[in-house]
Protein backbone atom coordinates (compact mmCIF):
# COMPACT_ATOMS: atom_id res chain seq x y z
CA UNK A 1 0.00 0.00 0.00
CA UNK A 2 2.75 2.31 0.75
CA UNK A 3 4.87 1.67 -2.61
CA UNK A 4 1.35 2.39 -4.34
CA UNK A 5 1.29 5.41 -2.19
CA UNK A 6 4.43 6.67 -3.40
CA UNK A 7 4.01 5.85 -7.42
CA UNK A 8 0.56 8.00 -7.09
CA UNK A 9 2.43 10.83 -5.56
CA UNK A 10 4.86 10.50 -8.08
CA UNK A 11 2.71 10.82 -11.29
CA UNK A 12 0.44 13.25 -9.55
CA UNK A 13 3.71 15.72 -9.28
CA UNK A 14 4.68 14.61 -13.21
CA UNK A 15 1.21 15.37 -14.10
CA UNK A 16 1.98 18.47 -12.55
CA UNK A 17 5.07 19.27 -13.81
CA UNK A 18 3.89 18.50 -17.49
CA UNK A 19 0.59 20.25 -16.99
CA UNK A 20 1.45 23.49 -16.11
CA UNK A 21 3.51 24.33 -19.19
CA UNK A 22 0.98 22.57 -21.30
CA UNK A 23 -1.47 24.98 -19.75
CA UNK A 24 0.45 28.05 -20.39
CA UNK A 25 1.44 27.13 -24.06
CA UNK A 26 -2.29 26.32 -24.72
CA UNK A 27 -3.77 29.54 -23.38
CA UNK A 28 -1.02 31.52 -25.44
CA UNK A 29 -2.48 29.97 -28.32
CA UNK A 30 -5.82 30.29 -27.04
CA UNK A 31 -5.49 34.09 -26.94
CA UNK A 32 -3.47 34.16 -30.47
CA UNK A 33 -6.43 32.67 -32.26
CA UNK A 34 -9.97 33.90 -30.38
CA UNK A 35 -8.06 37.14 -29.27
CA UNK A 36 -9.48 40.61 -30.19
CA UNK A 37 -7.06 42.65 -31.88
CA UNK A 38 -6.21 45.87 -30.47
CA UNK A 39 -3.22 47.82 -32.17
CA UNK A 40 -0.98 49.70 -29.22
CA UNK A 41 0.71 53.02 -30.58
CA UNK A 42 4.31 52.23 -29.58
CA UNK A 43 6.09 55.37 -26.87
CA UNK A 44 9.80 55.99 -26.77
CA UNK A 45 11.47 53.45 -24.52
CA UNK A 46 15.12 53.55 -22.59
CA UNK A 47 17.75 51.51 -23.59
CA UNK A 48 17.25 47.67 -22.75
CA UNK A 49 19.14 45.91 -19.84
CA UNK A 50 21.77 44.16 -21.59
CA UNK A 51 21.44 41.09 -19.07
CA UNK A 52 17.48 40.58 -20.00
CA UNK A 53 18.10 38.96 -22.86
CA UNK A 54 16.99 39.05 -26.95
CA UNK A 55 14.03 41.06 -27.30
CA UNK A 56 12.20 44.60 -28.31
CA UNK A 57 11.19 46.25 -24.53
CA UNK A 58 7.81 48.12 -25.56
CA UNK A 59 6.06 50.78 -23.84
CA UNK A 60 2.79 51.99 -25.13
CA UNK A 61 1.05 55.80 -25.21
CA UNK A 62 -1.97 54.05 -23.61
CA UNK A 63 -0.21 53.42 -20.71
CA UNK A 64 -0.92 57.18 -20.08
CA UNK A 65 -4.35 57.68 -18.76
CA UNK A 66 -6.70 60.56 -18.26
CA UNK A 67 -9.91 59.52 -16.54
CA UNK A 68 -12.55 61.94 -16.82
CA UNK A 69 -13.15 61.25 -12.89
CA UNK A 70 -10.93 61.70 -9.53
CA UNK A 71 -9.68 58.53 -8.38
CA UNK A 72 -7.26 56.48 -6.04
CA UNK A 73 -5.67 53.29 -6.71
CA UNK A 74 -3.41 51.60 -4.49
CA UNK A 75 0.40 51.31 -6.14
CA UNK A 76 0.95 47.44 -7.24
CA UNK A 77 -2.53 46.69 -6.72
CA UNK A 78 -4.55 44.66 -8.90
CA UNK A 79 -5.35 47.22 -11.46
CA UNK A 80 -7.39 46.31 -14.58
CA UNK A 81 -6.96 48.55 -17.91
CA UNK A 82 -10.31 48.94 -19.92
CA UNK A 83 -9.77 49.05 -23.70
CA UNK A 84 -11.20 50.92 -26.18
CA UNK A 85 -9.99 52.64 -29.50
CA UNK A 86 -9.62 56.13 -30.24
CA UNK A 87 -9.97 57.68 -33.63
CA UNK A 88 -7.22 56.92 -34.91
CA UNK A 89 -7.72 52.93 -34.52
CA UNK A 90 -5.29 52.35 -31.88
CA UNK A 91 -6.04 51.12 -28.33
CA UNK A 92 -6.86 53.67 -25.65
CA UNK A 93 -7.58 52.92 -21.67
CA UNK A 94 -10.64 53.79 -21.10
CA UNK A 95 -11.41 53.11 -17.24
CA UNK A 96 -9.33 52.23 -14.82
CA UNK A 97 -11.06 49.34 -11.95
CA UNK A 98 -9.86 47.15 -9.37
CA UNK A 99 -11.64 44.00 -10.05
CA UNK A 100 -12.21 42.27 -14.07
CA UNK A 101 -15.20 43.67 -15.70
CA UNK A 102 -17.69 41.18 -16.44
CA UNK A 103 -17.88 42.37 -19.95
CA UNK A 104 -15.30 43.99 -22.52
CA UNK A 105 -11.80 43.56 -23.31
CA UNK A 106 -9.77 44.58 -20.51
CA UNK A 107 -5.85 43.66 -19.55
CA UNK A 108 -4.20 43.67 -16.19
CA UNK A 109 -1.63 45.94 -14.94
CA UNK A 110 1.93 45.22 -13.46
CA UNK A 111 1.50 48.86 -11.60
CA UNK A 112 -0.06 52.40 -11.85
CA UNK A 113 0.67 54.96 -10.35
CA UNK A 114 -0.50 58.84 -10.34
CA UNK A 115 -3.40 60.90 -9.04
CA UNK A 116 -6.40 62.60 -9.20
CA UNK A 117 -7.70 62.04 -13.35
CA UNK A 118 -3.54 61.32 -14.38
CA UNK A 119 -2.46 57.72 -14.11
CA UNK A 120 0.02 56.05 -15.49
CA UNK A 121 -0.46 52.01 -15.62
CA UNK A 122 2.05 49.29 -17.06
CA UNK A 123 0.70 46.79 -19.28
CA UNK A 124 1.76 43.14 -18.28
CA UNK A 125 2.51 42.79 -22.07
CA UNK A 126 6.16 44.89 -22.85
CA UNK A 127 8.18 42.19 -24.42
CA UNK A 128 8.63 41.69 -28.21
CA UNK A 129 10.68 38.53 -28.75
CA UNK A 130 12.09 37.68 -32.32
CA UNK A 131 15.85 36.77 -33.94
CA UNK A 132 18.58 37.64 -31.74
CA UNK A 133 20.15 38.91 -34.20
CA UNK A 134 17.60 41.44 -35.60
CA UNK A 135 16.57 42.37 -31.73
CA UNK A 136 19.15 45.15 -31.22
CA UNK A 137 18.22 47.21 -34.26
CA UNK A 138 14.44 46.47 -34.28
CA UNK A 139 14.38 48.33 -30.92
CA UNK A 140 16.53 51.26 -32.44
CA UNK A 141 13.85 51.28 -34.99
CA UNK A 142 10.85 51.28 -32.74
CA UNK A 143 12.47 54.00 -30.50
CA UNK A 144 13.16 56.23 -33.34
CA UNK A 145 9.50 55.38 -35.23
CA UNK A 146 7.67 55.85 -31.57
CA UNK A 147 8.84 59.67 -31.34
CA UNK A 148 6.38 62.81 -31.26
CA UNK A 149 7.73 63.99 -34.94
CA UNK A 150 7.23 60.31 -36.56
CA UNK A 151 5.15 57.93 -34.09
CA UNK A 152 4.42 55.20 -36.85
CA UNK A 153 5.46 52.06 -34.75
CA UNK A 154 2.72 50.03 -33.18
CA UNK A 155 2.12 46.29 -31.79
CA UNK A 156 -0.76 44.27 -32.76
CA UNK A 157 -1.54 42.86 -29.86
CA UNK A 158 -4.63 39.98 -29.29
CA UNK A 159 -6.88 40.21 -25.63
CA UNK A 160 -9.20 37.71 -24.67
CA UNK A 161 -10.53 37.24 -21.15
CA UNK A 162 -7.58 39.74 -19.51
CA UNK A 163 -4.91 38.02 -21.08
CA UNK A 164 -3.20 40.03 -23.99
CA UNK A 165 -0.01 38.48 -26.17
CA UNK A 166 1.88 40.92 -28.78
CA UNK A 167 1.30 38.93 -32.09
CA UNK A 168 3.26 41.23 -34.01
CA UNK A 169 5.11 44.61 -34.46
CA UNK A 170 4.93 47.08 -36.97
CA UNK A 171 7.01 50.30 -38.71
CA UNK A 172 3.84 51.77 -40.82
CA UNK A 173 2.80 49.07 -42.42
CA UNK A 174 5.38 46.70 -42.16
CA UNK A 175 6.04 43.90 -40.14
CA UNK A 176 9.26 44.60 -38.00
CA UNK A 177 11.39 41.55 -39.27
CA UNK A 178 10.34 43.12 -43.21
CA UNK A 179 11.40 46.79 -41.76
CA UNK A 180 14.77 45.75 -40.57
CA UNK A 181 15.33 43.62 -43.27
CA UNK A 182 14.35 46.38 -45.79
CA UNK A 183 16.82 48.76 -44.19
CA UNK A 184 19.83 46.71 -43.99
Keep these: MKREWKVGLFAGMVAVQLGLPAWLIARHE ?3 EHG ?3 RFQTAP ?16 AAESVTLGHGANYAYRADTYA ?3 TNSSGFAVVTDLVSQPPAAGDYVKCSSVWGSGSNWTARFEFNRYYMNENLAPNAEAAVREHSRRAQSDACAIVRVLDGAAVV ?3 LIGDKPIEEFIQSAR
Design 82 to 84: ILG
Design 30 to 32: MVL
Design 36 to 38: KVY
Design 167 to 169: ESL
Design 45 to 60: VDPADVLRGRYVALRF
